[in-house]
Structure formats: structure tokens, C-alpha cells
């Protein structure tokens, strides 16, 4: 993740790393934090973990593609 400088505009790539790196976190905390009720609750839970792991890992790939 880059230092931010005045009037600089984040890249989408850089958009990207930062809504999968949120989706995981916030993922796993209501995975941790709450009991889920049905198994629907658990598996979208556990695949929104998975997806992110796997954008944020396609994003950095993407990024080393580019430097």
C-alpha cells in the first residue's frame, strides 16, 4: 500500500487491494463474533473469507505484473 500525498487519487488496483483486505477482516470477525443460526450463515461467511483471500492475492499479482 502506497504513503498517501496531497492530490494523490488511489489506483483501482489499490481500490481493489483495500476492499479485499476489509471484505477478509470483516468476514472473519462476524465469523468469530457471532453464531450463525443456519448453514447458510456459515458457508457465505467462509466463502466470503475465501474470496477475498483470493482477490487480494490476484490484486498482488496483478501489482507485481505492473512494477
Known amino acids: 500500500m502506497s504513503r498517501q500525498v ?5 489506483s ?5 487491494e483495500w476492499f479485499f483486505t476489509f ?10 463474533a457471532y453464531e450463525e443460526k443456519t448453514d447458510l ?3 457465505f461467511r467462509v466463502g ?10 490476484v490484486v498482488q499479482v496483478l501489482k507485481r ?3
Open 48 to 57: 466470503s473469507i475465501y474470496a477475498g483471500v483470493l482477490g487480494w492475492m
Open 6 to 10: 496531497p492530490g494523490h487519487k488511489p
Open 41 to 43: 450463515q456459515w458457508y
Open 23 to 32: 471484505l477478509v477482516f470483516f468476514a472473519g470477525f462476524f465469523f468469530l
Open 65 to 67: 505484473r505492473r512494477s
Open 12 to 16: 483501482r488496483l489499490e481500490r481493489a
